[in-house]
């Protein structure tokens, strides 16, 4: 299936600690009241900064911090660096639905902004900084723990496939490697969570540890979509549908399958040989989700139709339900709940910050909330990928 933005953030990177700073900074992400010893969807990757962007109309303050002004430019960078093809997609859907979601937007983003003034005056008085190659080796190691594993040239064609900015998106997980050193300067060694914490965790939320019956498939798309705007749809379909079934002929007579993908697909999965991860049941569209569910291990299916093209589906791995035992759990779940304290400790330093700092915004605008109460935007609905 289609990776989209969404989607891949959230099988992005977790770095120690930084979970508080999808809220405090206004990013967007997928929250989870405790831990699960099943495979676990990531934070959000905080917005990116880049440079100041040129607007056709006068630069004006959104807020000043201890003398500092944070200006609309930069809230406008953020916007077009990291959510401009996410509004695009609302925009098509709704005008106003996308001028409503680019205000809370500008709100949360403004901020965020304000946040990590105060983050970067304290790092630069203890003197936390990040070099581009202490980021680089944290990406790696954090991207080929993945399910599937990725490299960073993979993530990086995915995050540049879906509109985004790779090198953006760079400094902007620099920026989060930084607090996260710095929160773990000022209260993370005071963190302590105990193997009867883990269990108690365990003992009272058992029902977090059934792990669902789940297949690994890889996948070729040949897309149905016309590229070209004057195309006949139907046209392309039968072309689409040719081409898939020329594919289907040489994997079932024992072509490699993903060198087939690789060279074929139209999903961003290609790039990883087709290979889509480890899912339950409800994430694929239907269609897809019955036939990966219904084949053996290592049996190719026929063709596929969905609203995305033509799939040749081949299934990897298998997994019946089953029940985590405590001992497979705990070493997760210990994690999960300093991870927890962590953002609680986070929470309260940021608010710290912000009592203590002389914050003012125009009165011409509405200050933003402390905290991002309001969810920053997610893609809109797009069966064409995990859900």
Do not use: W
Request: aromatic content about 6%.
């Amino acid at each position: 299936m289609e990776i989209t933005v969404a989607g891949l953030i959230r099988r992005s990177f977790v770095l120690i600690g930084l979970s508080a700073i999808v809220l405090l900074v206004g990013s967007s992400g997928c929250q989870k009241k405790g831990p699960t010893a099943a495979e676990k969807g990531t934070p959000a990757a905080a917005p990116a900064p880049s440079a100041p962007a040129t607007l056709p109309h006068e630069d004006k303050v959104v807020a000043t911090v201890n003398g500092t002004n944070i200006m609309e430019s930069q809230v406008q960078s953020r916007i077009d660096g990291e959510y401009k093809p996410i509004l695009a997609k609302y925009a098509a859907q709704s005008p106003d639905l996308a001028a409503q979601q680019e205000k809370m937007l500008r709100q949360a983003i403004t901020n965020g902004l304000v946040v990590e003034h105060l983050l970067n005056e304290e790092a630069r008085k203890a003197k936390i900084d990040v070099t581009d190659a202490e980021l680089t080796a944290e990406l790696a190691q954090r991207l080929a723990a993945m399910n599937p594993p990725y490299t960073l040239e993979q993530y990086q064609k995915i995050v540049e496939a879906q509109g985004g900015d790779f090198e953006a998106a760079k400094r902007g997980d620099l920026r989060k490697l930084k607090y996260s050193r710095l929160f773990e300067a000022k209260f993370g060694g005071t963190i302590v969570v105990t193997e009867a914490d883990a269990k108690k965790y365990y003992d009272e939320n058992i029902q977090e540890f059934q792990v669902p019956e789940k297949v690994r498939a890889s996948h070729i798309l040949i897309s149905t979509k016309p590229t070209d705007p004057n195309a006949d749809p139907n046209q392309v379909k039968v072309q689409a549908k040719s081409k898939a079934e020329d594919l289907l002929k040489k994997a079932k007579e024992g072509a490699d399958f993903a060198a087939l993908a690789k060279e074929n697909s139209s999903c961003p999965s290609a790039a990883q040989g087709g290979d889509l991860g480890s899912f339950p049941r409800g994430q694929m569209v239907k269609p897809f989700e019955d036939v990966a569910f219904a084949l053996k291990v290592g049996q190719i299916s026929d063709l596929v139709e969905t609203q995305f093209g033509y799939h040749i589906i081949k299934v990897t791995e298998h997994q019946d339900p089953n029940q985590v035992t405590f001992d497979k759990a705990q070493t997760n779940i210990i994690n999960e709940l300093t991870q927890q304290k962590k953002q609680e400790g986070a929470r309260k330093y940021v608010d710290s910050l912000r009592q203590s700092a002389k914050i003012t915004f125009p009165s011409s605008a509405a200050a933003p909330t402390p905290q991002a109460s309001q969810p920053i935007l997610a893609a809109p609905a797009d069966a064409n990928g995990k859900k």
